[in-house]
């Protein structure tokens, strides 16, 4: 096992790596921004280290600084957390090749993976249902018109790289394709570096079901079951759940299988998520992977009982992992909202600033990760998530009445938060039917 491990990020996940580091007698080393400072994740690591301005480009995703600090500290591997460099196979590449071990895939399933097209391809070879689409990147436009032709109208435009919604769009007809495609190449250009897009047949009002997988290196591979994320604003995740409310128990078995198949016929190791489109009805079909730890992880460590974080860090050391998948088990439900400071009466514009006070809901089912605390000032150079509300019960009703009850006990004082808007998405019918899509929150409690 590891002395010491750097964590190449900042905020929530940054303080969750090191409480994580802690508990297994491993000493953390931070890295902060000068906007950082004084953040949570920087006071209660062992040591901390500058590596720039607050810009994110000038610091977190500086590489160069981040080995340095890693060099200087002893630490023997990095973990990189999500976002920033988490899915950068060049600085997972440079970490290994400084001698440094990187928590998280090898860079070359990172590459094979992190590029949607090629994952497709992957996902075909593993029997893994996909969604109809283009015979791989569109050359140009006559490619398009005659892959649309093919697939049938309405047609997705995705980005090869990158997510969040960039680089995406719906073409009803060909007229509108020719439109949308020079739009979509722009964005992706300029969102990730990579002008590469390919079709997928459009599937009208999906759900959005990921299985989080975790593999040794070992070639022990296990899903720890799935999560339903399709409360969703702009494709940005409002609400996590598990298990996803609406799955029958076949499809879940289904699902759960595929995902596990896709990532061993990768030779992936590590903690990742493989991701799902489910159709009205019940059919799944496979969209991406992210070869990392995502924000919602915290939905499945409360079901199945399991540290993620602990499990990366022992497989990343060469630990195998502890149980199979005969062990898992999935127990109650486990909800999670995401806190993040900004204003839902202003079309959720971001609110940075200083907190004046903050009250932290507690009790039965309720666990708060978050780096934000009275007196903390929020910068405005990064994500505005400040923290993440999870509760855990024995069933759905009492997973969303105790979310509620959370999130009106939850104070922060200073700035807006997304806690009102949550509580009216968890009181709809819709949401608590489970009935909703991907595209239900613009669509029914936006469209005013």
Request: glycine content about 8%; proline content about 5%.
């Given at each position: 096992?590891?002395?010491?491990?750097?964590?190449?990020?900042?905020?929530?996940?940054?303080?969750?790596?090191?409480?994580?580091?802690k508990?297994?007698?491993?000493?953390s080393?931070?890295?902060?921004?000068?906007?950082?400072?004084?953040?949570?994740?920087?006071?209660y690591?062992?040591?901390?280290y500058?590596?720039?301005?607050?810009?994110?480009?000038?610091?977190?995703?500086?590489?160069?600084?981040?080995?340095?600090?890693?060099?200087?500290?002893?630490a023997?591997?990095?973990?990189p957390?999500?976002?920033?460099?988490?899915?950068?196979?060049?600085?997972?590449?440079?970490?290994r090749?400084?001698?440094?071990?990187?928590?998280?895939?090898?860079?070359?399933?990172?590459?094979?993976l992190g590029?949607?097209?090629?994952?497709?391809?992957?996902?075909i070879a593993?029997?893994?249902?996909?969604?109809?689409?283009?015979?791989?990147?569109?050359?140009?436009?006559?490619?398009?018109?005659?892959?649309?032709?093919?697939?049938?109208?309405?047609?997705l435009i995705?980005?090869t790289?990158?997510?969040?919604?960039?680089?995406?769009?719906?073409?009803?007809?060909?007229?509108?394709?020719?439109?949308a495609?020079?739009?979509a190449?722009?964005?992706?250009?300029?969102?990730?570096?990579?002008?590469?897009?390919?079709?997928?047949k459009?599937?009208?009002?999906?759900?959005?079901?990921e299985?989080?997988?975790?593999?040794?290196?070992?070639?022990?591979?296990?899903?720890?079951?799935?999560r339903?994320?399709?409360?969703q604003?702009?494709?940005?995740?409002?609400?996590?759940?598990?298990?996803?409310?609406?799955?029958?128990?076949?499809?879940?078995?289904?699902?759960?299988e595929?995902?596990?198949?896709?990532?061993?016929?990768?030779?992936?190791?590590?903690?990742?998520?493989?991701?799902?489109?489910v159709?009205?009805?019940?059919?799944?079909?496979?969209?991406?992977?992210?070869?990392?730890?995502?924000?919602?992880?915290?939905?499945?460590?409360?079901?199945?009982?399991?540290d993620?974080?602990?499990?990366?860090?022992?497989?990343?050391?060469?630990v195998?992992?502890?149980?199979?998948?005969?062990?898992?088990r999935?127990?109650?439900?486990?909800?999670?909202?995401?806190?993040?400071?900004?204003n839902?009466d202003?079309?959720?514009?971001p609110c940075?600033?200083h907190?004046?006070?903050?009250?932290?809901?507690?009790?039965?089912?309720?666990?708060f990760?978050?780096?934000?605390?009275?007196?903390?000032?929020?910068p405005?150079?990064?994500?505005?998530?400040?923290?993440?509300?999870?509760?855990?019960?024995p069933?759905r009703?009492e997973?969303?009445?105790?979310?509620?009850?959370g999130?009106e006990?939850?104070?922060?004082?200073?700035?807006?938060?997304?806690?009102?808007?949550?509580?009216?998405?968890?009181?709809?019918?819709?949401?608590?039917a489970?009935?909703?899509?991907?595209?239900?929150?613009?669509r029914e409690?936006?469209?005013?």
């Amino acid at each position: 096992m590891y002395n010491r491990i750097l964590i190449a990020n900042r905020g929530e996940i940054a303080l969750r790596i090191v409480r994580a580091c802690k508990e297994m007698g491993v000493e953390s080393v931070a890295v902060f921004s000068e906007a950082d400072r004084d953040s949570a994740h920087v006071r209660y690591a062992d040591d901390a280290y500058c590596i720039g301005p607050s810009r994110s480009a000038d610091s977190y995703l500086r590489i160069e600084n981040i080995i340095s600090a890693a060099e200087v500290s002893g630490a023997e591997a990095i973990h990189p957390g999500y976002g920033f460099l988490a899915e950068n196979a060049y600085f997972n590449e440079v970490c290994r090749s400084s001698e440094f071990d990187f928590i998280g895939p090898s860079p070359e399933a990172m590459t094979q993976l992190g590029d949607k097209a090629t994952a497709r391809a992957v996902a075909i070879a593993a029997n893994v249902p996909v969604v109809p689409g283009s015979d791989g990147l569109l050359a140009d436009e006559a490619h398009a018109i005659e892959s649309a032709q093919t697939i049938g109208y309405p047609v997705l435009i995705k980005a090869t790289a990158g997510g969040g919604g960039k680089g995406m769009r719906v073409a009803p007809n060909e007229q509108s394709l020719r439109t949308a495609l020079q739009q979509a190449q722009q964005e992706a250009q300029a969102a990730f570096g990579n002008a590469g897009v390919y079709l997928e047949k459009f599937i009208d009002r999906p759900r959005h079901v990921e299985v989080q997988v975790i593999a040794d290196n070992h070639g022990n591979v296990c899903h720890l079951f799935e999560r339903d994320c399709s409360a969703q604003r702009r494709h940005q995740k409002l609400i996590e759940e598990s298990p996803s409310p609406l799955l029958s128990s076949k499809t879940r078995t289904a699902i759960c299988e595929a995902a596990a198949r896709l990532v061993r016929n990768a030779d992936y190791q590590n903690a990742g998520t493989v991701e799902f489109i489910v159709d009205q009805d019940d059919n799944f079909y496979f969209i991406e992977v992210n070869a990392r730890i995502q924000v919602e992880h915290p939905v499945t460590e409360m079901v199945t009982g399991i540290d993620l974080i602990q499990t990366q860090i022992r497989v990343a050391a060469g630990v195998p992992l502890p149980f199979q998948q005969e062990d898992i088990r999935l127990n109650g439900v486990s909800m999670e909202c995401r806190i993040n400071a900004e204003n839902p009466d202003k079309n959720f514009q971001p609110c940075p600033g200083h907190i004046k006070q903050m009250f932290i809901p507690g009790g039965l089912g309720i666990r708060f990760d978050s780096h934000a605390h009275a007196g903390y000032t929020v910068p405005p150079f990064y994500d505005s998530m400040i923290g993440k509300l999870i509760v855990h019960k024995p069933t759905r009703e009492e997973a969303i009445a105790c979310m509620i009850r959370g999130l009106e006990e939850l104070r922060v004082e200073g700035i807006a938060t997304t806690a009102s808007f949550q509580i009216r998405v968890l009181k709809d019918p819709a949401f608590v039917a489970g009935t909703i899509d991907t595209k239900w929150v613009e669509r029914e409690l936006l469209c005013s």
